[in-house]
Nanobody, 115 residues
Framework: QVRLVESGGGLAQAGGSLRLSCAAS????????MAWYRQAPGKQRELVAG???????NYADSVRGRFTISRDNAENTVYLQMNSLKFEDTAVYYC?????????WGPGTQVTVSS
């Protein structure tokens, strides 16, 4: 059974930093691309960053240069380091992995940035 659990969200001031973690189980972690998504109130869920099994990364234009995705295959954990936070980064952040046509999601962690 695939299980994803996010942590590390909270309240930060604009310009500040937060680090999100996502612990995965039920998958061969090192072989699976992982991704972070976010959903702000009244908006669609959007891709923030992705990382392949070989650690190739991709980012949304809105976070490139400020956020860094990384993974620790020994700990089955993917991270999202968020620097220079902006008010518009406020959202629920979700960790995700896809196995075939099925996408799995964690319950999400709230990130709130005060301006």
């Amino acid at each position: 059974q695939v299980r994803l659990v996010e942590s590390g969200g909270g309240l930060a001031q604009a310009g500040g930093s937060l680090r999100l973690s996502c612990a995965a189980s039920g998958i061969i972690f090192s072989m699976n691309p992982m991704a972070w998504y976010r959903q702000a109130p009244g908006k669609q869920r959007e891709l923030v960053a992705g990382i392949a099994g070989g650690s190739t990364t991709n980012y949304a234009d809105s976070v490139r240069g400020r956020f860094t995705i990384s993974r620790d295959n020994a700990e089955n954990t993917v991270y999202l380091q968020m620097n220079s936070l902006k008010f518009e980064d406020t959202a629920v952040y979700y960790c995700s992995v896809r196995r075939g046509v099925v996408a799995y999601w964690g319950p999400g962690t709230q990130v709130t940035v005060s301006s």
